[in-house]
């Protein structure tokens, strides 16, 4: 009997009776040393930084135009001064008219799926009418341009090229279109009971970006990828229906002529009020008195500095509110929301300005403060859109999802806003970016009222991240399959970071080198290059095969143990433990040894423990027999088969227990 029951006792060395998964792995692929970036120069340095010699194009814009509700219309003008900061001639220069979008017969029409979609604008004749198109060059007068229109891009060819470095154009373009009521989710209008609200945006014809990268930037818009655009000042004026508010980016120049005197008093209460202040209520929408003249037109007019956008909205039907916004050097500005009737009382659009503050005030202090004097949500037709100083959420949204969008949009301040990264070929620098920023901003506010992180778990996402129709993060998202766009455009790269952040570098060296990115490229136009050497720089980490296994590939993760053995086969004396690396992408990882009688033992691995083999074996200085060995117990790496990743005993049992 006693000798049976120690036999019961005795624990096996062997792993058990789990096959083992043949090894797919391949440390010379992985972290190949002919991996690398665009070749540094003297306008982008191989340490992310611009260079001595850095230089992008300036397009500073006036703009002047008007509201027709019955022919529902926009015209107006537009006069742009563009400077040619860069070495080259230009003999012509491209701008985007991305109103032509909006019809059948575009490109964005004839790619547009039978069933619609967020991007899809069937059955809408829209587009531009162009009255004028002049230019002015030197001291000269204005004079017609030789240009052509193609889809959404007009070419202005010059009879004298822009000189190099310093050379300044003139254009000034008539133009009209009809306002669509849903334009790809960017735009559109929305009917209430108190009258329609107008969001307003690519409302004017824009200058194309030409860059060190690859000159004229004229992919043409067709809906998925966003936007590439120019730096500048912006004063454009809106003339609308007496009866209507206007929201916009920037600044209100002329207050006093479109507000009443106790909207006036009311918006100075909210200038210092951290609680929201209602400027126009629900119940003055319909009265004659909550405007300061009741026929006609009302002219509203606006700045914008150092921006690279503008988008407006306006409405009889808007409700009115603000609060202060505290920024970290001490400065203030003006958070605001225009929603209506019909959401004022439930629990969402009344904590608009308030979900407004929340995240600016987070974003302020965790990257760059916020350089607008004023931030507005707009309650209308657009799920969620964001523009300098202003975006567009759903009229619908319940208080927790008008969080997450508004959270969502004002993040843009930062990615693509601030640092202007090329939307049209990188969405994920901005989309990923700022989903990864939106995950911090959630679990501040409000001592994470909304904050349903279910990303702690990387195990349980693994087999969305990894899927097989999975498109590699560096596709260019027109060439994104639509079904793709959310996870390998918005959830993939946010993750990336949050590994990076809570797993390779630390909070302390991530933070400090993601804010370095920031600083470096505000008000610039970086690539992705210049972010993964950038963060290589200030966080002192060679980072290729990270960069390279989840940003350009889709390589998988799967560690696992596969062998423990005591030493001398006895477990005072210590254990060998082998894990192993099983798919073609690599982690730094940690390994935890729980022993008979409870102690635990955690060792952490760096990711060079790959860089030679899948294979790594190392010795715990156990001193009782093993329970178990988890390599990631905290489910911390996105691994696809969690089955491997623990190591138990196999209770040995002798012949006559049978």
Not at 2 to 27: C, E, H, N
Not at 127 to 155: C, E, H, L, N
Not at 589 to 594: D, G, K, L, Y
Request: proline share 6%; aromatic share 14%.
């Amino acid at each position: 009997m006693l000798k049976r029951l120690l036999m019961a006792f005795v624990w096996s060395i062997a792993l058990g009776a789990a096959a083992q998964t043949p090894s797919k792995y391949d440390p010379h692929v992985l972290f190949n040393p002919l991996f690398n970036y665009q070749p540094a120069n003297e306008f982008r340095t191989g340490s992310g930084a611009p260079g001595p010699r850095y230089w992008q194009n300036r397009a500073d814009y006036k703009i002047a135009v008007s509201l027709d509700e019955p022919a529902n219309t926009l015209s107006g003008e537009v006069e742009i001064t563009y400077t040619n900061n860069s070495p080259e001639t230009l003999p012509f220069v491209w701008l985007q008219l991305d109103q032509n979008a909006f019809n059948d017969t575009s490109r964005s029409g004839k790619t547009t799926p039978l069933n619609g979609g967020r991007y899809g604008n069937q059955g809408f004749e829209g587009g531009y009418t162009i009255s004028s198109v002049m230019i002015q060059q030197g001291k000269g007068k204005y004079t017609p341009a030789d240009f052509i229109v193609d889809d959404t891009r007009m070419q202005i060819r010059l009879t004298d090229a822009l000189k190099a470095t310093g050379d300044v154009l003139k254009i000034k373009i008539g133009y009209a279109f009809k306002i669509p009521t849903y334009a790809s989710d960017r735009m559109g209008k929305l009917d209430t009971r108190n009258g329609t609200i107008y969001e307003m945006a690519q409302w004017y014809p824009r200058m194309c970006v030409f860059d060190d990268i690859e000159g004229w930037n004229v992919l043409p818009y067709v809906g998925a990828g966003e936007f590439y655009l120019n730096y500048g000042d912006y004063e454009f004026s809106i003339t609308v229906p007496w009866d209507h508010i206007v929201v916009a980016s920037g600044e209100l120049l002329n207050p006093t002529e479109v507000m009443t005197a106790t909207q006036l008093k009311r918006m100075e209460d909210a200038r210092k009020s951290d609680k929201t202040v209602l400027i126009r209520s629900e119940k003055e929408v319909k009265d004659k008195d909550s405007r300061p003249k009741q026929e006609g037109t009302l002219t509203w007019k606006f700045r914008c500095q150092n921006a690279r956008d503008v988008a407006w909205a306006t409405s009889r039907a808007f409700v009115w509110d603000a609060a202060k916004i505290n920024l970290p050097s001490g400065k203030a500005c003006l958070a605001q929301s225009a929603y209506t009737a019909e959401t004022s009382g439930n629990d969402a659009w009344g904590r608009s300005t308030e979900y407004v503050k929340g995240c600016l005030e987070f974003y302020s202090k965790y990257l760059m403060e916020y350089p607008y004097p004023v931030a507005t949500n707009v309650a209308g037709v657009v799920g969620g859109m964001e523009y300098p100083g202003i975006v567009f959420c759903a009229h619908n949204d319940k208080k927790d999802e008008l969080w997450g969008v508004t959270d969502h949009e004002f993040g843009h301040t930062w990615f693509p806003m601030i640092v202007g990264n090329n939307e049209r070929k990188f969405a994920w620098m901005d989309e990923g970016f700022n989903t990864f920023i939106n995950m911090l901003s959630t679990e501040a506010f409000n001592d994470g009222e909304y904050n349903r992180d279910r990303l702690d778990d990387m195990q349980n996402i693994a087999p969305m991240i990894f899927r097989e129709e999975a498109d590699p993060i560096l596709t260019i998202p027109d060439v994104i399959k639509s079904t793709n766009l959310g996870w390998d455009v918005y959830y993939k790269p946010a993750i990336g970071l949050k590994l990076l952040r809570e797993v390779v570098l630390g909070r302390d060296r991530f933070d400090y080198a993601f804010k370095q990115y920031v600083k470096r490229w505000a008000f610039k136009h970086p690539t992705p290059f210049d972010f993964f050497r950038t963060i290589e720089d200030a966080a002192g980490e060679d980072l290729g095969w990270f960069w390279k296994g989840w940003f350009y590939e889709n390589y998988k993760l799967d560690q696992s143990v596969k062998e423990v053995q005591y030493v001398e086969q006895n477990p005072s004396k210590g254990a060998i433990i082998t894990i192993e690396n099983l798919e073609q992408w690599a982690m730094p990882t940690s390994v935890e040894v729980e022993e008979q009688g409870g102690k635990n033992l955690r060792v952490p691995l760096p990711v060079e423990v790959w860089q030679k083999s899948g294979k790594w074996t190392f010795k715990v200085p156990t001193k009782n027999p093993i329970k178990a060995v988890t390599i990631d117990p905290e489910h911390r790496l996105p691994d696809v088969n969690p089955a491997n990743n623990t190591w138990r005993p196999v209770r040995y049992v002798s012949p006559s227990e049978n």
